[in-house]
């Protein structure tokens, strides 16, 4: 199933910087905590983005791990590039495209990671068999992403403002089943951890931020909804005018995050 969708670095950008802002917890913290790389390691970073993971490995590694990052975006490599320059790291960031066979060695990497990205893949196994492909005998490989009740309130919100079907996330929909179930199928050991992160609204604003960097157009995900900019204002509309109320009933907006994380192991 080929999946089309596109990351405009903008958007991803405004949605980590409301996690951070707004969130109960660290996701930093978790994945350090779950997979403490350690110096000497290569690491690869499957659909890296701007850098997020990989920076962050990096800096727990204090620059000793051998780190690549991949993504298909070049605007987003771009950002990450200039990141790289500023920090004075040593990250390789390249192209890759996780529909594509990856452009390394058999047996290269101890950590193979992908966070909120690979489950966009188009043929899960023959993705999920080039992570393993790549990856030294015992190294492992985790994925993160949205597990079926994430951010429930902001689908809740969606559905009451617009009576439509939600259309279907390619992550949450299938993390749990078709995603976790391949890489349990190719791996000798697989693991499901969860991490949840309360993000509390005082106001409307950052909430619409957020629904926006969630819907835009560019991301091809919600399209199914609207059509042209007219009728995207106008969903919104709608969507702000039920948060409006619900700030008023509740006197805050809740949603949490529900993270899902999938480690295995060669
Ligand atoms: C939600 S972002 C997550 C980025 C980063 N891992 C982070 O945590 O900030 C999803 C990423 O997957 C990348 N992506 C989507 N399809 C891809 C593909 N076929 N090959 C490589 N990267 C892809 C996008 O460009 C984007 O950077």
Redesign the pocket.
């Known amino acids: 199933m080929k999946?089309d969708?596109?990351?405009p670095s903008k958007d991803?950008l405004m949605?980590?910087d409301i996690h951070e802002k707004y969130g109960s917890a660290n996701i930093d913290v978790w994945t350090n905590d779950l997979l403490k790389p350690q110096a000497g390691m290569s690491i690869l970073?499957?659909?890296?983005?701007?850098?997020?993971?990989s920076f962050l490995f990096d800096d727990y590694t204090k620059g000793q791990a051998k780190i690549t990052g991949?993504?298909?975006?070049n605007e987003?490599l771009d950002k990450a590039r200039a990141k790289n320059k500023e920090r004075g790291s040593k990250i390789d960031f390249q192209f890759?495209?996780?529909?594509?066979k990856f452009n390394f060695e058999d047996n290269t990497f101890d950590l193979c990671t992908?966070?909120?990205?690979?489950y966009?893949?188009?043929d899960l196994k023959f993705t999920f068999g080039e992570a393993h492909r790549v990856l030294k005998p015992g190294g492992r490989l985790f994925v993160?992403g949205p597990l079926p009740e994430n951010k429930q309130m902001f689908y809740d919100i969606i559905k009451e403002a617009t009576n439509a079907t939600i259309p279907p996330m390619p992550g949450s929909s299938r993390f749990k089943g078709d995603i976790f179930n391949t890489i349990d199928g190719i791996f000798a050991k697989t693991e499901l951890h969860k991490f949840e992160n309360h993000l509390t609204f005082p106001e409307v604003k950052p909430f619409i931020d957020y629904v926006r960097a969630s819907l835009g157009e560019d991301r091809r995900l919600w399209t199914s909804m609207f059509n042209g900019p007219k009728e995207y204002e106008a969903l919104i509309g709608k969507i702000e005018a039920v948060a409006t109320r619900w700030l008023e009933r509740d006197g805050k907006l809740v949603m949490t995050k529900v993270v899902g994380g999938i480690l295995a192991t060669k």
């Open positions: 999946i969708y596109q990351e991803l949605r980590i970073d499957v659909g890296c983005g701007a850098g997020k993971l991949g993504d298909f975006s987003l890759l495209d996780f529909n594509e992908s966070a909120f990205a690979i966009y893949a188009s993160s």
